[in-house]
C-alpha cells in the first residue's frame, strides 16, 4: 500500500493531508476556492486518491496556506513512495489549455529542488480570496523539496491565467502519475537507490 498521511500545525496554519498513490476519493477543503479547484485537478488527473483539509491565515495572504500544504503534500508524497523500487521515475508531459501550453518534467530522485517559470502576469489575481501565479510557484517548490523530487515547470505560452495555471497543475498531475507506476522490480538508477 503505497499510502501516507502528514499533518502539519503552526501558528499560521493547519493542513492535514491523506495521499493514496494508487487512486482513491479525491476530497479538498481550502478557503481558497481556486486552490481548491488546482488541488481537485490533482487528484484527478494524477489518478490520486487525496484529501485535503487546509485552514489558516488566508485573510491575511494565501501564501502560507498555499506553501504549507505544498509542505505538507510533499512530505505524505514521500513517505508514499517508500524504497522508490521499481517505480518508472522520470516523467514529463506537455499540456495544452485552449491557447495557454505548460511543460511539466519530474523525476524522482530524491533530491527536492523545482525551477518553475509561469510568466505571464505574476501580479494577477484569481479569485476571492485572491490567488496569484506566485502562489502556484511557491506551491511548486515546497512539494519538490518536501517530496524529494527534481521539478520543471514551464510556460511555452502564456495567455489567460486561469487557463495557464491549470496546464501546469494538470501537467503536474499526469507527470506524477507516470512517474511513480511501478514498471520493474529494480531501482531506476545506477548508485542503486533514490534518497537524494
Known amino acids: 500500500m503505497r499510502t501516507a498521511t502528514f499533518e502539519r500545525s503552526s501558528q499560521e496554519t493547519q493542513i492535514a493531508v491523506a495521499l493514496d498513490l494508487d487512486g482513491g476519493s479525491v476530497s479538498i477543503s481550502t478557503p481558497v476556492p481556486f486552490f481548491s479547484h488546482m488541488l481537485s485537478q490533482l487528484g484527478v488527473h494524477g489518478a490520486l486518491g487525496l484529501s485535503v483539509e487546509a485552514t489558516g491565515d488566508w485573510m491575511v495572504d494565501a501564501h502560507h496556506l498555499v506553501e504549507d500544504t505544498g509542505i505538507a503534500l510533499g512530505s ?3 513517505e508514499a513512495l517508500g524504497d522508490r523500487i521499481g517505480i518508472e521515475r522520470f516523467a514529463d ?11 511539466v518534467a519530474i523525476d524522482l530522485s530524491g533530491r527536492g529542488r523545482a525551477v518553475v517559470e509561469l510568466g505571464g502576469n ?6 476571492t480570496p485572491a490567488f496569484y ?18 521539478l ?3 510556460s511555452v505560452r502564456d495567455g489567460n491565467t486561469h487557463h495557464q495555471l491549470e496546464a501546469a497543475f494538470k501537467g503536474f498531475a499526469r507527470a506524477v502519475r ?3 507506476r ?3 522490480t529494480a531501482v531506476a538508477s545506477s548508485k542503486g537507490l533514490l534518497d537524494g
Open 182 to 184: 511501478v514498471t520493474s
Open 93 to 103: 508531459r506537455l499540456i495544452p489549455l485552449d491557447e495557454s501550453l505548460v511543460q
Open 122 to 127: 505574476r501580479s494577477l489575481a484569481l479569485g
Open 178 to 180: 507516470d512517474a511513480v
Open 133 to 150: 501565479v506566485e502562489h502556484a510557484e511557491e506551491f511548486f517548490a515546497a512539494f519538490a523539496r518536501h517530496g524529494g523530487c527534481t
Open 152 to 154: 520543471h515547470v514551464h
Open 76 to 78: 505524505a508524497f514521500r
